[in-house]
Structures are given as C-alpha cells and as structure tokens.
C-alpha cells in the first residue's frame, strides 16, 4: 500500500480546547492559514459561500488508540457494534476529521467558522466551499442510533 504524506494548511485556533462529544453548534474558531505558504488570496471569495467542509487531523489519537474493527459507538452497549467505518469517531486509522462549518468571515489568511469539531491547535488539511452540486443526491439512510448521536452533537 502506499504510503501518503500530508502537510497541513493551517491550524485550528481558539473554539474549544478539549474533544468533548456534544454542542459543538456554537463553538467558533479561527482557522490561520500557514503564512509561509498561502497570502489572503488563498481564501479569496470563500466568503461568498455559507458554508465550508474543513478537512483535519485528530492529532492526538495516539497509535494504540486508533480502532481498526468494530465497536459500540461512544462505547455505548444500547448501540449496535459496528465497523470503524461506519462511525465517525476520533479513533480512526487515518485520523482524518471532516466538518462542514458555517462560515463568519474571511480575515486576511484566517477563516472564522461556527460548528466546527476540532479543537484548538488541530492541524488543518484542507479548506473546501459547501456547493449543492456536490451535496448527495437522492434519500439519506441512517440507522436510529447514528440519529441519537446527533441529537446533541450541535
């Protein structure tokens, strides 16, 4: 398999300092673009979306916490056991995290968002506008407890 190497675009700054499971909905951070590489033109007209899907690193999932098979969502027994996969927690063998945000401003090489998961100083992958276009199409199916999981998540 091979093997892919990836430098983060900026960092998270500010929101919450520790990966606590629910109300992310009114959490705001900055995310600081790395000024060695990128100038405010990177984030030019990202301000005209609402939305923006922040692509991140659970940076501090260690190896030996990092879930390859099946488990009970948030450990919880009254949820079925299900493939990593078919989750999306933190303990993945990627580490990688997805949010989509609601977008406050564009400042310089900072973008200022509401809802976004991660936490101070996570380091950032990649920044991509929400566009309908590429929303799914068609029915979304869920199972009850993926519901439950949510309920107050934001």
């Not at 892919?4 to 951070?29: H, K, T």
């Not at 030996?64 to 488990?71: E, F, I, K, N, P």
Request: hydrophobic share 45%; net charge negative.
């Amino acid at each position: 398999m091979q093997t892919v190497v990836l430098q983060p675009i900026g960092v998270v700054q500010g929101g919450r300092g520790e990966p606590v499971d629910d109300d992310w909905g009114e959490s705001r951070a900055r995310i600081e673009l790395d000024a060695a590489r990128f100038t405010a033109e990177a984030l030019a007209g990202l301000d005209s979306f609402s939305h923006a899907e922040i692509v991140f690193v659970f940076d501090r999932v260690g190896e030996d916490q990092v879930v390859t098979g099946a488990r009970h969502p948030r450990g919880n027994a009254d949820w079925p056991k299900v493939g990593i996969f078919a989750q999306r927690g933190k303990n993945r063998p990627s580490r990688i995290g997805v949010s989509v945000c609601r977008i406050l401003a564009v400042e310089g090489t900072a973008l200022v968002v509401q809802g976004l998961d991660a936490i101070d100083g996570t380091p950032v992958l990649d920044i991509k506008p929400v566009m309908t276009g590429f929303l799914p199409r068609g029915d979304v199916l869920e199972p009850a407890w993926a519901r439950e999981i949510m309920e107050r998540y934001w």
